[in-house]
């Protein structure tokens, strides 16, 4: 069955340190991958998306993320991270099932920024 | 630019009512999608349409009804709410399948 796993629930990293933020999935073809990110009260937004060709990609506010389909894994990774970066992320893997509308998401990664 | 607009951002109702959630998308996009976020679940998919007539079910459909009678507009249907249904409601459209997603910034419910 299709899965997308986050195992981290929380993480705290210092302003300026650097960040990586795991993201294992499970699909029976090559996925279409994406990294979102919540601010509280608001609704997700899109930092990088991975449909084919390079496995490393780049997105806005400075994440990357690389696929790598050996370990069916795409880690989104910043190398210094700002107090603004404080947010939920959350890992999505798609289309699957009879429709190609259909996301499965992970269950998120809580990130909080000491100053 | 509106992109995708959710109404209301906040409602209580009382188990048993009944209620509509809106949403709207003025970038013509055909599919569109209605989520649920609960702690620790992350977002499910309750349910979807791929253009204007067309409605399928999610992971988490029962309890809700959809109709999309136009391209803009895919309002999600609480026909006698319970308290299960608690929740904060996302609304997202895209332009074709394989694009990403245009998230609306939620409507959060509770069912007391």
């Known amino acids: 069955a299709q899965s997308v796993t986050q195992p981290d629930i929380h993480i705290t990293v210092s302003e300026g340190a650097s960040l990586e933020l795991r993201c294992n999935y499970s699909?029976?073809?090559?996925?279409?991958l994406f990294w979102y990110v919540q601010s509280p009260g608001q609704g997700l937004q899109l930092l990088l998306k991975?449909?084919?060709?390079?496995?490393l990609v780049q997105g806005i506010k400075g994440f990357e993320a690389e696929f790598k389909r050996s370990q069916s894994s795409f880690n989104l990774r910043k190398p210094s991270v700002h107090w603004s970066d404080a947010a939920e992320y959350f890992c999505a893997v798609g289309p699957y099932g009879g429709a190609t509308n259909k996301l499965i998401f992970g269950t998120g990664t809580l990130l909080a920024v000491q100053p | 630019n509106a992109g995708v607009t959710q109404t209301p951002k906040f409602q209580v109702l009382k188990t048993g009512q009944s209620m509509t959630l809106q949403c709207a998308q003025d970038?013509?996009?055909?599919?569109m999608s209605w989520y649920r976020q609960d702690p620790g679940m992350g977002l499910r998919l309750i349910h979807y349409?791929?253009?204007?007539?067309?409605?399928d079910q999610g992971e988490v459909p029962n309890g809700y009804n959809v109709s999309r009678s136009t391209t803009e507009d895919f309002p999600l249907r609480l026909l006698s709410a319970a308290p299960s249904q608690t929740s904060v409601y996302f609304c997202?459209?895209?332009?074709?399948?394989?694009?990403?997603?245009?998230f609306g910034d939620g409507t959060r419910l509770s069912i007391l």
């Open positions: 349409s791929v253009g204007a007539g067309i409605t």
């Open positions: 699909y029976g073809a090559t996925p279409y």
């Open positions: 991975y449909f084919s060709g390079d496995t």
């Open positions: 970038m013509n996009h055909e599919y």
């Open positions: 997202a459209s895209r332009v074709q399948a394989n694009q990403p997603q245009h």
